[in-house]
């Protein structure tokens, strides 16, 4: 069961001030993720504090670099349900994870930060790690 | 988490508490050692491709656990 909107809502305005789409229905994954066009990042939301509150500012931090992806998306398990399991169809050969972190290439996953790489670090490891992953799969 | 018992078995799992049962882990991938997968490669499966959950939750025994640390990237220490 979905949590209250109001306890997600800053969670979501988190990723959303530092320009990360949401994608709330089917039709807009299928939107974005249907039609891969460059880099995209997905930032797969989570309620989770043990692992959701350092990915988040996590995310935040990395996105201060001058190399990052074209696009920046977000689904919100738990709560936007439908929307999270057709974005998780275009990575299936990952188990579903949330908080997780995937880049997309032309549609072709070539990084992926499941909870069980977030959980116990902080948002600086987080964000250093995204780091490596921008500079190696994106255009400057 | 990543387990190892004293028997060779071997999981992977997220910790939630010891107690006086054992260690419980939720959403726990078990290595299957009579398969014909290294461990190696079952390991690295879990770590690129997230845990393949056998186990919603799990307790392992304490006396039964010869090792218990921190699941990382395989390679790392």
Redesign the interface.
């Known amino acids: 069961m979905p949590y209250d909107e109001r306890l997600v809502a800053p969670m979501r305005a988190e990723l959303v001030r530092h320009g990360v789409k949401e994608l709330t229905s089917v039709a807009e994954v299928d939107a974005i993720l249907g039609d891969p066009q460059g880099t995209q990042l997905l930032f797969v939301n989570s309620v989770c504090g043990c692992a959701a509150g350092s990915a988040r500012p996590g995310l935040s931090l990395a996105l201060r670099g001058s190399v990052k992806p074209a696009g920046l998306f977000t689904v919100f398990a738990g709560q936007d349900l439908e929307a999270t399991a057709r974005a998780r169809s275009y990575f299936a ?5 949330s908080p ?1 972190i995937a880049l997309l290439k032309d549609g072709e996953v070539v990084y ?1 930060m ?1 909870r ?2 977030i ?2 670090r902080g948002p600086e490891a987080i964000a250093a790690e995204l780091g490596v992953a921008f500079d190696r799969h994106c255009p400057a | 988490m990543l387990v190892t018992c004293a028997d060779g078995r071997r999981y ?1 799992g ?1 910790y939630h508490e010891t107690s006086a049962r054992g260690v419980l882990l939720h959403d726990v991938a078990a290595f299957d050692e009579s398969g014909s997968t290294p461990f190696a490669e079952w390991i690295g499966r879990q ?7 056998a186990h919603k939750h799990l307790v392992v025994p304490t006396n039964e656990i010869r090792d218990l640390v ?2 990382a ?1 395989p390679g790392d220490p």
């Open positions: 050969d990952y188990q579903p994870s997780s992926f499941h069980h790489q959980e116990g | 992977v997220r770590w690129k491709f997230g845990v393949q959950a921190r699941f990237a």
